[in-house]
């Protein structure tokens, strides 16, 4: 006969102290291990992660899970304002990217690489990329020509401030609002910060309850589920049932765990429609969430002692699965004009083959995923040749050039090649200098705006664009805003 696990052998035991200090916050609860959800609301998200019967729970007036039905979504952050335009993502005029612009000496191409050549451009993943850019040959590195059959993209001309923390690029927090959400957090980054990587989130966008969590490893993501300082002091079969007892618990109740015991905590229960915690445990288990017992991530990732591939590989996965809402993945770096052009090509490559392996993973898994890649500032070159065997004869990077940034989207369609709304890859323009026209678009010399701008694209690629002013508070393109959308709905 099993033995009943009372309050009593709670008392016997002594009470479960939570390492000197009281339950305040979200972030103590995750921390030990007695959450793990981000919710839409203040209150600690226990219950949204436990709901089992949905329509019981909404009758009971339970919060459910909100998981990713939409497109998965992945933020690259280059910080130190690397090059994009030009030797990378091909840059044009007004007319787009294949209006090349009288030479490309700023943006580190010499006249023997100018795009309009015979061999020096490529459009194998959609968007159009120089053919000797670092990111395309990572990018081509961990990709076969099927999966990059099935991607296309865009390139938004838009400057930024250089080398600083406060270009605020990232739409992490407006991404999820429109839909990008997760069944464990909400949001995540490699970074603790409060956008996950290095460039921040616009003000008026971020959610403090939302606050990405950290993730580098695949251990990381372990520590979103356990079951904290329970393990430790009983067994599990003891563990569980403490864990049962809380996941019956209201949210008023959890807000009130900062002056109580664990035993006192356990004697306020309320009823609500959750599974068991061997439930739990078994849906959020090492195989569900680790990222190296993923046979499909061990397929695209091939060293995952390497750092860059840890942590890249611990987001993406638990990104595409829809444990994460949207994931933030910083790359630093690539702050790279030491007036030698090899770095830069090698810290290309080295992005571009970390995106090639999200490419991939998301076609193992058969999952759509947007990628969208952004950099604090630019970089601007002098005619000067690196002829090393990384320099690959191209001019040098000597200093920083904020009118020479921009950022780009990289949309994978698991069912075939996203459609083109208006036969567009190239929002905004380059002036003949290699600078950006901050005249073109309202997103030309605003971070924030360009931040709205990624948004309205995510929405339209569920056919919500309408739903812009309500997602981030305005619709700064007014009538125009079609023009700037990339794509039809993917879904």
């Known amino acids: 006969m099993k033995k009943k696990f009372s309050g009593n052998e709670l008392k016997t035991n002594g009470p479960v102290c939570l390492e000197g200090h009281q339950l305040k916050t979200r972030r103590d609860f995750l921390s030990h291990g007695l959450i793990s959800m981000s919710t839409f609301t203040m209150a600690p998200g226990i219950l949204s992660l436990l709901t089992s019967n949905s329509a019981h729970a909404q009758a009971m007036g339970c919060p459910v899970p909100q998981m990713n039905t939409k497109t998965p979504v992945i933020i690259f952050d280059l910080s130190g304002g690397a090059n994009i335009p030009g030797s990378n993502v091909m840059a044009g005029g007004a007319g787009g990217q294949m209006d090349f612009l009288p030479?490309?000496?700023?943006?580190?191409?010499?006249?023997?690489?100018?795009?309009?050549?015979?061999?020096?451009?490529?459009?194998?993943?959609?968007?159009?990329f120089h053919s000797d850019s670092g990111i395309l040959r990572g990018v081509q590195s961990t990709t076969n020509a099927a999966v990059r059959a099935k991607v296309d993209g865009?390139?938004?001309?838009?400057?930024?401030?250089?080398?600083?923390?406060?270009?605020?690029?990232?739409?992490?927090?407006?991404?999820?609002?429109?839909?990008?959400?997760?069944?464990?957090?909400?949001?995540?980054?490699?970074?603790?910060?409060?956008?996950?990587?290095?460039?921040?989130?616009?003000?008026?966008?971020?959610?403090?309850?939302?606050?990405?969590?950290?993730?580098?490893?695949?251990?990381?993501?372990?520590?979103?589920?356990?079951?904290?300082?329970?393990?430790?002091?009983f067994n599990d079969q003891k563990a569980q049932r403490i864990l049962k007892a809380i996941e019956r618990m209201s949210e008023t109740k959890i807000m009130a765990f900062n002056q109580q015991a664990l035993p006192d905590q356990i004697k306020?229960?309320?009823?609500?429609?959750?599974?068991?915690?061997?439930?739990?445990?078994?849906?959020?288990?090492?195989?569900?969430?680790?990222?190296?017992?993923?046979?499909?991530?061990?397929?695209?990732?091939?060293?995952?002692n390497n750092g860059d591939q840890r942590k890249t590989a611990t987001i993406a996965k638990l990104v595409l699965d829809g444990h994460i809402g949207v994931g933030v993945i910083e790359k630093g770096g690539y702050d790279y004009h030491n007036k030698t052009r090899a770095t830069g090509e090698v810290r290309d490559f080295d992005a571009g083959a970390l995106i090639g392996r999200v490419l991939a993973l998301a076609s193992l898994k058969q999952k759509n995923v947007m990628i969208y890649v952004i950099t604090d500032g630019g970089v601007v070159a002098r005619e000067e040749l690196d002829n090393s065997a990384q320099g690959r004869g191209k001019y040098v990077w000597t200093g920083d050039s904020g009118q020479r940034?921009?950022?780009?989207?990289?949309?994978?369609?698991?069912?075939?090649?996203?459609?083109?709304?208006?036969?567009?890859?190239?929002?905004?323009?380059?002036?003949?200098?290699?600078?950006v026209e901050n005249t073109a678009t309202p997103s030309s010399n605003s971070s924030t705006n360009l931040a709205k701008l990624i948004t309205a694209n995510y929405l339209a690629l569920h056919g919500e664009e309408g739903n812009l002013s309500a997602v981030v508070g305005d619709n700064p393109f007014g009538a125009q805003l079609n023009n700037y959308l990339i794509f039809n709905p993917i879904v």
């Open 405 to 435: 940034s921009s950022a780009f989207m990289l949309v994978y369609r698991d069912a075939g090649r996203a459609v083109l709304r208006n036969g567009i890859r190239q929002v905004g323009y380059y002036k003949a200098s290699g600078g």
């Open 268 to 304: 306020n229960l309320v009823k609500c429609g959750y599974i068991g915690s061997q439930d739990l445990i078994n849906q959020y288990s090492a195989d569900a969430i680790d990222a190296s017992q993923d046979a499909m991530v061990n397929t695209a990732f091939d060293d995952l």
């Open 154 to 233: 865009a390139l938004f001309a838009s400057s930024s401030s250089d080398d600083t923390a406060n270009n605020t690029l990232n739409p992490a927090y407006w991404l999820n609002r429109a839909g990008a959400q997760g069944g464990l957090s909400q949001l995540a980054g490699t970074r603790d910060s409060e956008s996950g990587g290095k460039s921040v989130a616009p003000m008026s966008s971020i959610n403090p309850a939302l606050q990405p969590v950290q993730l580098n490893r695949p251990q990381d993501a372990l520590g979103l589920v356990n079951i904290g300082k329970l393990g430790s002091l």
């Open 103 to 128: 030479d490309y000496m700023s943006l580190g191409l010499p006249m023997d690489m100018h795009p309009s050549l015979a061999g020096q451009t490529n459009n194998e993943l959609g968007l159009v």
